[in-house]
């Protein structure tokens, strides 16, 4: 963090990395070699269309504009005070980054310099943390019952976006990029450890103390498991990012009993708004709700890559998309060229 220049902002990186695809909501994943033909010169035209033949550059240009729209759109719903401020000017520096990191060799195309034992230590741990799309959770991205159960890639994507139009609703002194660095990397363990949902595991007695199924022994408070689980989810994720430059492996976790860790966890919880004390009224309260939940869509849009190695897995969606290419600035903005 204290080698990205002073004017590079590493919050509206993340925030621009989060939601720059949101517009996939209306318009779909636009894959160019699939969507599009190449004349003689190599020129591209539209599969099925007439006229003059486009540059892949002018194709690029005219979906990221209508992304651009369609997402300015979705944040309509937002308080007013929002609907610009999630997204940084189009040419900015943060904006031309988050753009580099998102194509297919992020590390050439943002400039980024490091040996390559550095670069293949790095990608180990981006490897390694892709396999948390395919953890499931309880819930479903779709409204019925038959919808596939979100991923919790997925989930650590929405409640990192519930976060970004919350954060001015909170604390000043609340560090903005460590908190959604730890929402974006606080549930890695689940890996290794999967997803806990406590009714579906524990039994209560009488009294209404908890105890895991199938066990026996003294009764646990539900506060002792789930402080268990989350010393678990540590042990598993230290041993994660093991895989990273040794300068890496400490710096991406925030201090357990930190403001911001206990931030971020009542953020992911049930009734976020009131878990982290934020007061709003409830008209805004309201709108952010509806934005929110319409950015749950995402996790509907599918993309070409599968979130396994077999060509049977499912296609993963834009959501993860967002929230991965986010875990990879996280472990690269330390190697972004100064200028």
Not at 99 to 116: E, F, I, N, Y
Not at 234 to 248: E, I, K, T, Y
Not at 283 to 312: C, H, M, W, Y
């Amino acid at each position: 963090e204290k080698d990205l220049p002073e004017d590079l902002d590493r919050f509206k990186m993340l925030s621009r990395l989060l939601l720059q695809d949101i517009g996939e909501i209306v318009l779909g994943d636009v894959e160019f070699p699939n969507q599009y033909d190449k004349n003689q010169d190599g020129a591209l035209q539209k599969k099925g269309t007439e006229g003059p033949l486009a540059t892949k550059d002018a194709m690029v240009a005219d979906k990221e504009l209508k992304d651009r729209v369609v997402a300015m759109s979705l944040c309509s719903l937002l308080p007013h005070d929002l609907q610009s401020s999630l997204f940084e000017e189009h040419g900015s520096r943060e904006a031309k980054c988050a753009k580099a990191l998102d194509s297919p060799d992020p590390l050439v195309a943002s400039g980024t310099v490091m040996t390559q034992e550095r670069a293949t230590q790095i990608a180990s741990f981006v490897k390694a943390t892709a396999d948390l799309k395919q953890v499931e959770r309880t819930v479903r991205v779709g409204p019925d019952a038959a919808s596939r159960k979100e991923s919790t890639a997925e989930h650590s994507w929405h409640v990192a976006v519930l976060f970004l139009v919350v954060e001015k609703d909170l604390p000043e002194d609340l560090d903005r990029f460590k908190m959604l660095s730890r929402l974006l990397l606080q549930d890695i363990g689940e890996i290794v450890l999967g997803d806990v949902e406590f009714p579906n595991q524990y039994d209560k007695n009488q009294d209404g103390a908890l105890q895991k199924k199938g066990t026996e022994g003294p009764l646990a408070t539900k506060d002792a498991m789930v402080a268990d689980k989350e010393l678990k989810d540590r042990v598993v994720a230290m041993s994660l990012c093991s895989l990273l430059p040794h300068d890496l492996q400490s710096s991406l976790f925030e201090e357990h009993g930190s403001r911001e860790a206990k931030c971020a966890k009542a953020l992911d919880s049930p009734d976020p708004l009131v878990a982290s004390g934020t007061v709003m009224t409830q008209e805004r309260a309201t709108q952010i709700a509806s934005f929110v939940k319409a950015t749950a869509d995402l996790k509907q849009v599918e993309r070409t890559v599968r979130v396994g190695p077999d060509a049977a897995s499912r296609k993963e969606s834009t959501a993860e998309h967002s929230w991965h290419v986010a875990v990879l600035f996280l472990v690269v903005e330390k190697d972004l060229p100064e200028d």
